[in-house]
């Protein structure tokens, strides 16, 4: 009787240190994710593609605000080219599944449309994915947001 | 004799590796296809209002994001296919993209159906990611979003 209650306890003592290993570890994943969708923002903001590009899959899939469909190096012009001077994340919620993190929220930024500034909003969910010792985004889409 | 078997050993482990290198190529293709047919499958099931096969493929945590930016949980979006008017869905130019034991798939789609009485066509291109958990791959986010004409 004792012989089972003792390994009883301690299978549940195991369980929970498991759990509670599974647990720091995503919440070490979340830290990194949000991280590096901070660099996202701030590498857009001063059109720094060389750190865009390693935050970015080869294969990324990047679906514009306005439905465009974008390869990597589509983005990585888009950016360049773009006269705008990027914004801020507005809310970030990050979802762990192992090997894969979805980054979900909202981003906001001051564009300018004939000399009038407004302020545009859109809500994005981005898919990074633990690939040879590093997290890199393989695919982001955003969609508007009513004004 | 034993520079033979070292020729032999290489010669066969090239062959395994170039075999292994198929199947699992065969096997990424497989799963390719296998998500995009998901895809299409959770278009007929929103037609015609079977929740219960959306229910199997979209993962408990699953989110979802509207052309109009709402955000929606699994029990809402079941929700909505039954309360919605849509009629027919028809998705486009997909394209999987697979990375292990995650799937992302692109493509576009169009909406048709009565909503209040009026008529609704809706297009747009959606994003989905899918995840491989538990022997199966279901759907853990979707988003739409609207195409500018």
């Keep these: 009787m004792k012989k089972a209650t003792f390994a009883l306890i301690a299978a549940c003592t195991i369980l929970r240190l498991a759990g509670a290993q599974e647990v720091g570890a995503n919440a070490g994943i979340e830290a990194k994710i949000r991280a590096l969708e901070m660099s996202w923002a701030q590498a857009e903001a001063r059109k720094d593609n060389k750190a865009l590009s390693a935050l970015f899959d080869d ?34 919620s990050i979802r762990v599944f192992g090997g894969m993190a979805l980054a979900i929220g909202v ?9 009038k500034p407004y302020l545009r909003r859109r809500r994005f969910i981005d898919t990074w994915v633990y690939k040879k010792d590093t997290w890199v985004c393989v695919a982001a889409a955003a969609t508007l947001l009513p004004r | 004799m034993r520079r033979q078997l070292n020729a032999a050993l290489s010669a066969c482990a090239f ?3 170039l075999n292994w290198t198929s199947i699992a190529q065969d096997s990424l293709q497989g799963d390719a296809t296998r998500i995009i047919a998901l895809e299409n499958a959770w278009s007929r099931a929103s037609e015609t209002k079977d929740t219960k096969s959306v229910n199997n493929l979209l993962d408990d945590s699953f989110v979802y994001v509207d052309v109009n930016g709402k955000m929606m949980t699994k029990a809402e979006v079941l929700k909505d296919i039954t309360d919605s008017g849509v009629l027919q869905v028809v998705t486009k130019s997909m394209i999987a993209r697979l990375h292990g034991t995650t799937g992302v798939v692109t493509g576009t789609f169009r909406l048709e159906g009565i909503v209040g009485g009026k008529p609704l066509r809706q297009q747009g291109r959606f994003v989905d990611t899918w995840l491989f958990k538990n022997g199966v791959w279901v ?6 979003t609207g195409i500018a004409r």
Excluded at chain 1, 69 to 84: G, Q
Excluded at chain 2, 139 to 144: D, K, N
């Design chain 2, 15 to 17: 062959v395994c590796a």
């Design chain 2, 139 to 144: 759907c853990v986010a979707s988003q739409a």
């Design chain 1, 107 to 115: 981003y906001r930024e001051e564009v300018f449309r004939n000399g």
């Design chain 1, 59 to 92: 294969e990324l899939l990047f679906v514009e605000y306005d439905g465009q469909l974008l390869t990597k190096a589509e983005y990585l012009a888009r950016v360049r080219d773009s006269e705008e001077l990027g914004g801020t994340t507005e809310s970030l």
